[in-house]
């Protein structure tokens, strides 16, 4: 393990930032520590005898839960750390050692007795792939579970020690079918024959997990109630009619259930109890011995309910639910549950034709991104998932849809959605590329046979409806989504739109991600895309999918991002091989590296790593912001939403991401900031229109629009200063700046532009600063642009904020392309996550700009800045 990986996730391990958890109930300890763990090679023994008190286990290493096999091994140091260089080579694959290689013991010593009239509960809530469980020398379930998405539960009440010490042991077994990692997407396709992960065989974007992810995965929990238990509560919120936010609000409707399992031989009988924002609502029940019932309650009215908006529409205000269970007037098990009050509604536009998504009536311009997962490995904790989604609303996205070869997301990263508002896709476990929709010389099986994966049908149904009642009550979830570019087998359709139907009833399902319920498919191919890197004038000019799930770009980071995985012998420039998708260095290519074309000869091209790794920061920034604004301008015209493929890796991949796996973010996070602002200023790459994009659902009135231009020695051209007046999620069109760009010398040398609002109080609101090549296409005057005169001013403002003014002396060449980043005063290394409120950032002469630097995560404030531009060699300020 590479000492920046030890150190980051050691980091990670250790936060203990508080977040809203996503569902709480009374008496659940989670069972987090002292765990130990062998494998099951090297163990002679029986889970009878290992779960047995007095069993030895001085030779077993200590051992992560949540965790996989992995996970574990990298920290007991048998592995390298696989996400760095080559590394990941040097591991033995599952398919060539067998599955008894990574088959492996979990033990755990915990304290827990039962009082007179507890009921105690074991909970799983993800174990990959199959395991057994025995307690206390007895064997927990009768039969192996079997399912890396479905959850258990055990009634361990008759098994707990009587002095309250007992073990747990649970031996877990790797998925049925381990496939082939042969290079294809999802290797030779058979991993999915499983219900689970499908990219731990490798994809076009990562190498393979070579234990596909074996372990217990997600919490284990243990829970104490009375006799009845209190399941899966449910909540339906309903907001008729067109609001608007921070409004005074008509009445919201919320719907409640719950089930009861009555865990006695004996009939019991009592009240179910709800409480919300004041109101109380309440239902008798009567339990039989043994039984399980599912109780509704009465609709509970909220007056003047605060609404939940997505990022950028409004506040995400959320509500505590209680949801208790009395029997004889005293209490038996309740949980609370976190509520958005919000609606989420969608119909056909026939204009587009593809579907259009409205919040509490109000229609939703969608601008999102593909997320894959968290942590290829697996290690998944509320901190890198809070980080992972306050980036995504960082970029002005409204939307994450996760990919259907990965999970469905845990509690923890809806949590994160709820707070940030960010609306989801939830994809099932389906893609066309291991199930079938195309032809594949890679697979194993021909397209018949993968059309009908996985093999156990009844577990996918089965764990997609446990799936619905884990997630459903978030009010960020939006859509769910059959599968990845194919639909489920039609008898798990059928199924699956069943358990839709009853268990959820409130969101659209979409068969599969680029169907054409969701977006009329009347180009051709595939539904999506265009993929890789793309001349600006593409997004402005081509006319793709309406509502386009998959469309993206390079990712590369700049070149401290690079040195954190790629070897000093591999920081090269990447060299294109000719006729092949690979470069001349091999670890450029393991690490999935596709082509910057030639985007960056205009710039005078990269010599060295440094240099390539700068430039790629200017076509990153250009080509999000150029997405983003493309798909904007032909808002409700040719487009209801757009998707990024991708915003993020979950390892140390070198395409489609914002931020790179260690949370730094690139130059792709800010042009897509910049592009997707909510009311903005932008101007088309080819005849040089300024357009204004109101994305709010109110008019604008008296928005000033003030836009100049600026030769490379930094000389101010005005353009306009003018107000200008935009209606309600629209488009509109104002004047032509390319004759005062040419005067600005931009045939010759090239020249800036600068386009700025400010609504009504004098406020900015949208700030956006394009630099253009010669007539001949090149970067001519920037490749001789004088040096910077930035002066640089950095204030503590709490306890991790930075507030930093930059200025720019009057006469001074335009400050261009300003990075900034926090450093530990002693190492000089970044102090990640890091949030900016912007970056990669060009300050006019005679001008000024202030940013908000937040490092919420840090365990020490003991900080340098680090400044470096185009024309502005690095350097560290102190921090007052």
Known sequence: MTRFTLKFYGVLMLLAVVLAPSLASAGVVELSKNWKSAPMTKVKASGEEISATGFNLKKWQPAIVPGTVLTNMLEWGEVPDPFYGMNNNKIKDIYETGRDYYTYWFVNDFQQKAKKGEQVWLNFRGVNYSFDVFLNGKKVNTERHHGMYLRSKYNITDLLAADGNNRLAVIVYPVDVVGNPNGGQGGDGTIARNVALQYVAGWDWIQPIRDRNTGIWDKVTVETTKAVDLQNPHVVTRVPGVRKPGAEQAPAFIETSTELVNA???????????????????????????????VELPTIELANPKLWWPSGYGAQDMYTMSVKVYLDGQLSDEETVPVGIREIQHKWNDHTRSMQISVNGQKIFIKGGNWIISDAMLRLTPERYDAEIRYHRDMNLNLIRIWGGALPERPEFYDACNKYGMLVIQDFWMSGDCNGRWVDPMKKDDQWTRRQYPDDHNLFVESAADVIKLIRNNPSLAIWCGGNEITPPQDILAALKDSLDALDGTRWFIEYSNSDSMSYNFIGGNGDGPYGIQPDSIFWQYRTWPFNSEVGSVGVGDVVSLKRFLPEENLVVPTDKKGTEAVSDEVWTYHKYISYGNSMEPYGGASNMEEFAKTAQLVNYNQYRALMEGFSSHMWDWYTGTIIWKTQNPWTALRGQMYDYYLDPNACLFGTRVGSQLIHAMCNPVDKMVTIVNNS?????????????????????????VFVYSGPTSVKKIMSVEPFLNKAGMEKDGAFLQLQLLDHNQNLISDNFYWYPNAEGNYSGLQEIGASKLQVEATKIGDNKVKVVLKNPAGAPVAFFNHLAIVDAKTNERVLPIFADDNYVSVVPGAEKTIILDCPQATTSNWKLAVEGYNFEQKYFNIK
């Open 264 to 294: 006695t031989e004996a009939t019991v009988a009592g009240k179910v109890v709800v409480e919300i924002g004041g109101q109380k609502v309440e239902k008798e029940v009567s339990l039989a011995g043994k039984a399980k019932v599912e």
């Open 697 to 721: 659902f109110d008019t604008q009135n008296d928005l000033m629009l003030v836009a100049k231009a600026y030769d490379m020695a930094g000389k101010e051209y005005p353009i306009t200063q």
